[in-house]
C-alpha cells in the first residue's frame, strides 16, 4: 500500500444515490474504497434545496462527524433539532439517530467515520421525523 492516495470526492468517487432510489434530490458518494481507508471512512453529500435525506440512519459502532461545506439547513439527532450554516461540525455518537434536511440554498456536507466497521454497521430508521 501507498503511503498517501488522493481523490476528488465529485470527480472520481461513484454516485450512489440513483441504485438508493434517492436521486437527483440527493448526491451521495462514499469514497472508502476509493480512498483505500483501512481505519475510517469520508463521504460527501448533496441535498437540494428543501429537502430532507429521504431516511434517517444510525451506527451500531461507528461515530461520525458531519461538516457542512456549502448551504445550510437542519440536523435532527435523537430528538433535537439543530441549525446548520456553513463550516458547522456536528459529531454524533454511533446509537442516535440523526437526519438532514436543507435550507433554500441546498446542503452540501461532508461525513467522517470512525472506526472502518464494515457493511452492516448501519441501520436505517423510517419515520424519524415526527414534524
Not at 472520481?12 to 471512512?41: H, M
Not at 429537502?51 to 456549502?70: D, M, W
Not at 435550507?103 to 423510517?126: K, S, W
Request: glycine fraction near 12%; aromatic fraction near 10%.
Amino acid at each position: 500500500m501507498t503511503a498517501f492516495t488522493h481523490c476528488n470526492l465529485r470527480r472520481d468517487v461513484e454516485d450512489t444515490a440513483p441504485s438508493f432510489n434517492i436521486a437527483p434530490d440527493v448526491e451521495a458518494r462514499f469514497s472508502r474504497d476509493v480512498l483505500e481507508c483501512e481505519k475510517g471512512a469520508v463521504g460527501y453529500f448533496r441535498l437540494a434545496p428543501n429537502k430532507r435525506f429521504p431516511f434517517a440512519h444510525r451506527q451500531k459502532l461507528q461515530e461520525e462527524t458531519y461538516v457542512v461545506i456549502g448551504g445550510g439547513g437542519r440536523m435532527k439527532i435523537g430528538d433535537e433539532i439543530i441549525d446548520l450554516a456553513p463550516l458547522d461540525a456536528v459529531r454524533v455518537v454511533p446509537e442516535v439517530g440523526r437526519a438532514l434536511e436543507s435550507g433554500p440554498d441546498g446542503l452540501e456536507y461532508v461525513v467522517f467515520g470512525a472506526p472502518h466497521t464494515g457493511p452492516g454497521d448501519g441501520e436505517m430508521v423510517e419515520g424519524f421525523w415526527t414534524e
